[in-house]
């Protein structure tokens, strides 16, 4: 044996150094190793195209692809069939690894109300500022003749009034109903007729 082996054998703590050098490296090399199995390493799929379908008919392009989807929202689009979907996150044919979470999105079957709040006798801006934050989308307005310039009447919904309490869809167009602070004058007719009482009542008198 080499004279410089043979010392460093000849001394245990040497030996000590040795073996936990040995060690670290397999320990190192088996940690690595298991690293590149656990992250999927150069194990890359590609997010199967669903969209347009129902969430039970994409399940299998998702198993057969190694990846897991969770529901994670909801819309309502009158293009889409309800039940479909309508968005995916990472995105549709973008490469991720095996049993990466897919997000989706499906569009809703039914569409999503909300109650008309009482606007009655409240400032046309009030009014509008309460459905806003209620949800509605589409709003618009239309003055009539009223005492008081401004002032909310009510709101129509497919062309009649509807009291507050009633659940209208979100995207309904609505259209607020506002006093224009001008009362409509008599006509002349009557005019004419209340002229008539008058002199007719005056005349009793000669």
């Given at each position: 044996?080499?004279?410089?082996?043979?010392?460093?054998?000849?001394?245990?703590?040497?030996?000590?150094?040795?073996?936990?050098?040995?060690?670290?490296?397999?320990?190192?090399?088996?940690v690595?190793?298991?690293?590149?199995?656990?992250?999927?390493?150069?194990?890359?799929?590609?997010?199967?195209?669903?969209?347009?379908?129902?969430?039970?008919?994409?399940?299998p392009?998702?198993?057969?692809?190694?990846?897991?989807?969770?529901?994670?929202?909801?819309?309502f689009?009158?293009?889409?069939?309800?039940?479909?979907?309508?968005?995916l996150?990472?995105?549709?044919n973008?490469?991720?690894?095996k049993?990466?979470?897919?997000?989706?999105?499906?569009?809703?079957?039914?569409?999503?109300?909300?109650?008309?709040?009482?606007?009655?006798?409240?400032?046309?801006?009030?009014?509008?500022?309460?459905?806003?934050?209620?949800?509605?989308?589409?709003?618009?307005?239309?003055?009539?003749s009223?005492?008081?310039?401004?002032?909310?009447?009510?709101?129509?919904y497919g062309?009649?009034?509807?009291?507050?309490?009633?659940?209208?869809?979100?995207?309904?167009?609505l259209?607020?109903?506002?006093?224009d602070?001008?009362?409509t004058?008599?006509?002349?007719?009557?005019?004419?007729?209340?002229?008539i009482?008058?002199?007719?009542?005056?005349?009793?008198?000669?």
């Amino acid at each position: 044996m080499n004279p410089f082996f043979y010392k460093i054998f000849k001394k245990p703590v040497y030996v000590h150094l040795l073996v936990m050098a040995a060690l670290l490296c397999l320990i190192i090399y088996i940690v690595l190793k298991n690293i590149d199995s656990y992250t999927n390493h150069n194990q890359a799929v590609t997010v199967p195209d669903v969209r347009g379908l129902q969430i039970e008919d994409a399940a299998p392009f998702f198993e057969q692809n190694r990846l897991r989807y969770v529901i994670v929202d909801s819309i309502f689009s009158k293009e889409t069939k309800p039940g479909a979907i309508v968005d995916l996150l990472p995105e549709a044919n973008s490469r991720v690894k095996k049993n990466r979470i897919v997000y989706v999105t499906v569009n809703a079957k039914t569409e999503e109300t909300a109650p008309i709040p009482d606007i009655t006798d409240i400032s046309f801006r009030q009014a509008y500022a309460l459905l806003r934050a209620r949800g509605f989308i589409d709003v618009e307005h239309k003055y009539v003749s009223g005492e008081y310039r401004d002032l909310t009447l009510g709101v129509e919904y497919g062309g009649q009034m509807i009291i507050d309490g009633t659940r209208v869809p979100l995207n309904a167009k609505l259209i607020l109903v506002v006093s224009d602070g001008n009362i409509t004058p008599l006509d002349s007719a009557s005019m004419r007729e209340d002229s008539i009482e008058i002199i007719g009542g005056d005349e009793s008198w000669f």
